[in-house]
C-alpha cells in the first residue's frame, strides 16, 4: 500500500500540469468576417488612380467606393443614382464594393420615410430626384386624397442632369386620422401636367393639435402710421416639439387666401427660409437666407422684425429676439 502512494502523487501532479497547460492555452483566433453593407448614393466624382468613386448618399455625406468595374464603368455612370453592395474596411472606410446596380429608371426616389412608417412632425424626407432645375413638388393627402398641405423643394444636384439628393422637412397638417400619404412628384416643363409622382402611405403617430400664433401686417390707416405694428392669426398644426421652428415656418408662407381677403399682409420676401433657431437663456437666435434682406427702406426692415419677434416673443421661453442673415446678425435688416 505504501508503494502505491507515491504513484498516486505522481499521477495526480501530471493531471494538474495537463489541467494547468490546457488552461493557460491561448483562444483559437476568430476571423472577424466585414459586413455586408448597402448604400445609394450619386456617383459625383472618380479618381482613375486610386479606382475610388466619390458617392454622396441621401443625407448629403459622402462615401468612398473601391469601383469593381474598372475606370471605364465609374466615369460612365457620373451622375447617375446606384445601389452599391459591398463590405467597408474598418481603417479607411471606404467600400469596397462587390456590385453596382443603376438605379435611373425612376427620376425620385424617396429614401425616408418609408412605405407604412408611424412619424411624427416634423416630417423628415429624403431621396433623391433628377428634375427640372433642380425643383420638385410635394404634397400631404388624407385617405379621401384631399390634398392637407403643399409645397416645392430642391436637390442638391451637381450639375443639369445629375441626379440629386434631397432633405426637407414638413411641418404636418392637424389630422383627424392618423393615415395619411405624402406625394412626391415633378411637373412638365411642357404642360405643367404631373410626372414621375412617389406615393409613400404613412401613420401619423397622434392626432394632438399645436396651435400658436402668427403675426402679420393689416391693411388700415392706423398701421400705416407705425411700420412696426403687428396684428395675431393662429395656427393649429399637428402636435409637435419643435413649436418655435413651426411657428417661423408657417409665417414665411404667409397670410392665407381668407387671411388676404380680411386685409392681412406680410413684409417677408417670399423666397425666405430659416436656417437655424436656437433658443437658450430665454433667447431666441433665428438665421434666414439672403433673401430677408428685402430693400425697400426702414418702414419694411422695421415690420419684417416686428413679425419675426412677435411670432417668436409669444412662447414662455423667449424674452429676446436675435437675428442673423446667413450667420451674421450685425448687419441684417439693415434700412
Known sequence: MKNL?????????????????ESSSTPPTIPVVP???????????????????????AVGTTEEVEWPAGAQGAVEALGDLVSVTG?????????????VTMMTEKNITVASPSIGATVASPLQVSGFARVFESTFNWRVKDPSGAVLDEGTAMTDARDAGWFGPFAFEIFLPAMEETAFSLDVFDRSARDGSEQDLVSVPLN??????????????????????DCSLVFPVERTIAETAAIGRASIAELLKGPTDAELAQGYTTSIPVDTALNSLVIGDRTAKADFTRSLEP???????????????????????VDNVVISVEGNSETALQP
Open 5 to 21: 502512494i507515491p504513484l498516486a502523487i505522481a499521477l495526480l501532479l501530471i493531471g494538474a500540469g495537463c489541467v494547468f497547460q
Open 295 to 317: 430693400g425697400g427702406g426702414s418702414c419694411r426692415v422695421t415690420a419684417i422684425r416686428s413679425q419675426i419677434e412677435e411670432t417668436l416673443r409669444q412662447f414662455d421661453t
Open 87 to 99: 463590405t467597408r474596411d474598418p481603417s479607411t472606410l471606404v467600400v469596397s464594393a462587390k456590385s
Open 35 to 57: 459586413a455586408t453593407l448597402t448604400i445609394e448614393g450619386v456617383v459625383e466624382a472618380y479618381d482613375a488612380t486610386t479606382n475610388l468613386a466619390s458617392v454622396r448618399v
Open 204 to 225: 401619423l403617430l397622434s392626432t394632438k393639435p399645436s396651435t400658436f400664433k402668427l403675426y402679420f401686417g393689416k391693411s388700415s390707416s392706423s398701421s400705416s402710421l
